[in-house]
């Protein structure tokens, strides 16, 4: 019978951690090219190089990263520590022929959100002109810009060093033609008039740039908006917000879809609304 990756690690560290801690140890990971991220219980703190150097050897990677805790603050930067293996963590995750570089100590990447750069890849975007707000390293640019066939897309990011990957990773999938990257704020970096399309790949009160996403079209265009969102409200609050947002500078939703990208929290959902806006 082969042996799941967890099964073999359960294995190889019954030598190193006491056999009452061994069903504790975490069975969820992101591997992200060749390092990898894991949170560790409290109770298996103390050995925590041994158990990093075990996940290493099993998985492949090179490095070890401690997920301390969430993501902080308006740059999206991770909150993680070095624990085993090369302080060099910079790396190249391929995903859907996809080429993402990135260092994950510096950089967020989510595999929770595959699903969603995927379908990004299928959205028919022919000629369009595209504005992807808080583009980050190009998670949802890229396979855009590589299968949708736009004109033009232009990715916003705020973050230095998410702006470094960026064009790093516009060149490396061969799309320097079509996406331009622009750095610094949304709210003074977006140009205006110009979008038949609108990501807002966004989650922490993303309806205070609808304004700005809003201002980017030059007519009719869809809004992908995305927000964190208690269960409960899901089918009520992010479109409202989108509507409050619309009425308020002379647009009517004339469409939209929901969709809930992946659990974000117990009773939360990370949701994104494909919403087709005219001007009134």
Not at 130 to 145: E, H, K, N
Not at 240 to 246: D, F, G, K, L, Y
Request: charged share 25%; glycine share 6%; net charge positive.
């Amino acid at each position: 019978m082969i042996k799941t990756p967890h099964e073999l690690i359960r294995e190889k560290l019954q030598y190193y951690v006491p056999s009452s801690l061994l069903y504790i140890l975490p069975n969820k990971w992101e591997k992200i090219g060749n390092v990898l991220i894991i949170k560790i219980p409290p109770a298996l703190e103390r050995y925590r190089r041994e158990i990093a150097g075990v996940y290493a050897s099993v998985l492949k990677c090179k490095s070890v990263l401690e997920d301390l805790g969430g993501i902080k603050g308006e740059k999206r930067e991770p909150n993680v520590r070095l624990i085993y293996g090369n302080s060099n963590t910079e790396t190249i995750h391929v995903e859907n022929g996809i080429r993402y570089k990135l260092d994950p100590s510096k950089i967020m990447f989510s595999s929770g959100n595959m699903e969603e750069r995927i379908r990004m890849a299928t959205i028919k975007a022919k000629d369009e002109v595209v504005v992807d707000m808080f583009a980050g390293i190009g998670y949802f640019s890229l396979p855009l810009a590589v299968y949708g066939s736009p004109k033009k897309v232009y990715a916003i990011e705020i973050n230095p060093v998410a702006y470094k990957y960026l064009r790093e990773n516009i060149t490396l999938n061969n799309v320097n033609a079509i996406v331009e990257p622009l750095l610094g704020d949304n709210k003074k970096a977006t140009p205006k008039g110009v979008a038949d399309r609108v990501i807002m790949g966004y989650l922490h009160e993303t309806h205070n740039y609808l304004p700005v996403a809003l201002e980017s079209l030059k007519g009719s265009g869809v809004i992908h908006y995305h927000e964190i969102c208690p269960n409960e409200l899901l089918k009520t609050r992010p479109l409202q917000m989108v509507r409050n947002a619309t009425e308020n500078l002379g647009f009517r939703i004339i469409d939209f879809k929901r969709r809930i990208v992946k659990s974000y929290a117990p009773g939360v959902s990370h949701i994104v609304l494909d919403v087709k806006v005219g001007r009134i």
